[in-house]
């Protein structure tokens, strides 16, 4: 019987875009494990010279030519089939593994904990990594967002492994981890299930490859949760629950914003304080805490109270003209809801603005009203035109069709179209108290930045 491949069977590795956050979580993981590492990058990522401290080689242009020593390719969802660098790899008969390959063969062999769920798993991991750490587990890891203090990616010398685990494009099914965690489940990626029977039945496939020695921890507030839950039960399987539900395994009690974060009491674990904004972040703490608890580590509650936070989740980006402007990652409609509402407890009685780009044609076509509907949280909405790369906008499903459903009155909305354009709304509309929050795609997190900088000038412009 042949064995499964491992890290050092794949040679010299390349990856295909080694600056984006989950590749150069991975990057840095390999060359901690003395494997060699190659791979290019064209966008200014302060990441890549980390990398190039730890030995990798980075390439700042895609092309044929940089694969002259690789032995195995890695590529994510995002790199298109007819990507230079990925045409050039099938061409050489080289293996081309997808990132969740890649990651899987780096497990082999640990105490795997896999967090995935709709939203919150890039928190939630990161939330358990830090409560291991001050339990001096000393976990690997690689987490979906750039943790303050610890960054995406990190080689520990203990035993667990902390992974957040994509649904949105099956990738999860690579793992089969000792410990699953499920967040909750919402209608997304549907371009992907067809329907949410679809993605519920995805995640159902993805717990069950946790084996019999190891459970499941999910949320016992989300009912598609609570059915994931009973069928697992049914089957046999050790399934433990977080959440305010009475009947919740660690149920949350007292829930609440406080002016320093948020906190709780958790059924046996005692008070709990985490320095995060927004209630729905408490819940990740109590799966955090849940975990390793079950897990035999102490010390979860003591690492949260100094939890530093992720980068695009409530991030403050700066206050300027005593305007504090915040960026979030949130691009579904729920998920902007919770941020809003979040917002919201920040900006007490001051004006909250939203600066909103929608990620992706197919999720506004599917949730535009939702979306609208989200956004009508603030006190007034600023809109971009949709991010789609790889995709077409029309104009029944584009930026501005968003804004007109936004239920707002029409002097409190407006289609920017462009960032600069956005940019200039933000000065136009801002005064001193009021709150400035960014969401949706990537892109919103420079402007973000580029927004204080020209509150800052008006403000200077104006002494």
């Known amino acids: ?14 990856l295909i875009g080694i600056g984006g956050v989950g590749m150069s979580g991975l990057a840095e993981i390999l060359l901690r494990r003395g494997v060699p590492v190659s791979g ?34 890695v590529r994510s969802t995002a790199i298109p089939g007819d990507h230079v660098e990925l045409v050039a790899a099938h061409d050489r008969g080289l293996p081309v593994l997808h ?74 099914v690579a793992y089969s981890p000792e410990v699953a965690v499920v967040t909750n489940i919402d209608s997304d990626h549907l371009n992907t299930y067809g329907d949410v029977d679809g993605l519920a039945e995805a995640f159902l496939g993805f717990c069950r490859r946790v084996p019999p020695t190891g459970f499941v921890v999910t949320n016992a507030d989300d009912e598609p949760c609570r059915r994931l839950a009973a069928t697992l039960r049914e089957e046999g399987r050790t399934v433990f629950t977080y959440g305010e539900a009475n009947d919740a395994d660690l149920k949350v009690v007292g829930l609440t914003t406080v002016p320093d974060g948020i906190r709780y009491d958790g059924a046996l674990i005692g008070p709990v ?62 998920a902007m809801a919770a941020s809003l509402r979040a917002m919201r407890t920040v900006a007490e009685d001051h004006r909250l603005i939203v600066v909103c780009q929608p990620n992706r044609v197919w999720r506004m076509r599917q949730f535009l009203h939702e979306t609208a509907g989200s956004l009508a949280i603030a006190d007034e909405a600023v809109v971009l035109e949709i991010f789609a790369p790889g995709e077409t906008v029309t104009a029944d499903v584009d930026g501005r069709a968003l804004m007109d459903a936004i239920p707002l009155p029409q002097d409190a909305k407006t289609f920017a179209g462009t960032a600069s354009n956005a940019i200039a709304e933000v000065v136009r509309r801002a005064r001193p108290g009021d709150v400035v929050v960014t969401l949706g795609s990537p892109e919103m997190a420079t402007l973000a930045g580029q927004a204080v900088e020209a509150l800052e000038t008006t403000a200077a412009c104006a002494g």
Do not use: C
Request: hydrophobic share 35%.
């Open 273 to 334: 304080r985490v320095p995060v904004v927004g209630t729905h972040l408490g819940l990740n703490s109590a799966a955090a805490l849940l975990v390793t608890r079950r897990l035999g580590v102490a010390g979860g509650v003591r690492g949260l109270q100094r939890f530093p936070g992720v980068r695009r989740r409530f991030e403050l980006r700066g206050v300027a003209n005593g305007v504090r402007v915040y960026d979030d990652y949130a691009g579904h409609h729920t």
């Open 1 to 14: 019987m042949m064995s499964e491949p491992t890290i050092r069977d794949l040679g010299h590795v390349y």
């Open 99 to 172: 990132r969740s390959e890649a990651l899987a063969r780096v497990l082999a062999g640990r105490r795997t904990i896999a967090v995935t769920g709709t939203h919150g798993k890039t928190t939630t991991t990161a939330m358990i990594t830090v409560a291991l750490r001050a339990g001096g587990a000393d976990p690997s890891y690689v987490i979906g967002g750039d943790v303050r203090t610890l960054g995406s990616g990190g080689h520990g010398s203990g035993p667990h492994f902390v992974v957040e685990a994509d649904e949105s494009d099956r990738s999860f």
């Open 40 to 73: 290019s990058e064209t966008g200014d990522r302060p990441v890549l010279a980390k990398l190039a401290r730890l030995g990798a080689t980075i390439h700042r242009r895609h092309q044929p030519g940089n694969l002259w020593n690789a032995d195995t390719v």
